[in-house]
């Protein structure tokens, strides 16, 4: 019994010399456990952004404009310079006015305008400048405003499609935003 009692002390030595070897490398490899020793953190900084398109040129062409009456009866308009379409830069129009329609038309209330856009071309800016043809969806942009032709009278309403509201998706995809206002 006495040589059983040194085998099972040897034993279990050898079983406390195996875990403190073992704790011990563990604690020198660097494995944090959690609650055990001190915590390192770091810092994560999430920025968001709104992120405008960098454009060097957003040229538009337009092929039709009308207005809707509050009877619902739309009227086409011809572009002053009497060509079937207009092509333009948005961007060369900064605090520019373009003259887009000067038309005689019926007098009465007007609740809309309505833009056929038949192209867009974006030129984003950079290193290497990309040239990217843009749609509309669903080709035309609806301008909502209120505003009274009076019989030989001048209304004269001014639409602002500014460069810094214009979206465009991932998918190319041009969605204009417009502010009208009638010019007194």
Same mark, same amino acid.
């Given at each position: ?16 010399? &195996?875990? &403190? ?41 337009? +092929? ?37 329609? +000067? ?36 080709? =035309?942009? %609806?301008?909502?405003? =209120?505003?009274?032709?009076?019989? %030989? ?8 499609? %500014?460069? +810094?509201? &214009? ?5 190319? =995809? ?11």
């Amino acid at each position: 019994m006495v040589n059983g009692g040194k085998r099972v002390g040897f034993y279990a030595a050898g079983g406390v010399m &195996v875990a &403190v070897l073992i704790i011990a490398g563990v604690f020198l490899s660097g494995v944090q456990f959690p609650g055990i020793g001190g915590v390192e953190s770091g810092i994560l900084v999430v920025l968001l952004k709104d992120a405008p398109a960098n454009l060097s040129s957003l040229y538009v062409t337009i +092929d039709s404009f009308s207005v809707q009456s509050t009877e619902e009866a739309w009227v086409n308009i011809p572009f002053s310079n009497g060509e079937s379409e207009v092509y333009f830069d948005l961007l060369a129009l900064y605090d520019v006015t373009m003259e887009l329609a +000067d038309a005689k038309i019926p007098a009465g209330d007007y609740t809309k305008m309505r833009m056929t856009i038949k192209s867009a071309e974006a030129t984003f800016a950079g290193e290497k400048p990309l040239v990217v043809d843009l749609t509309v969806p669903p080709g =035309h942009v %609806d301008i909502i405003i =209120h505003f009274e032709v009076k019989a %030989d009278d001048v209304t004269t309403v001014l639409i602002d499609m %500014d460069a +810094d509201w &214009v979206a465009i998706s991932k998918n190319y =995809h041009l969605r204009p935003v417009f502010k009208a206002a009638v010019a007194s």
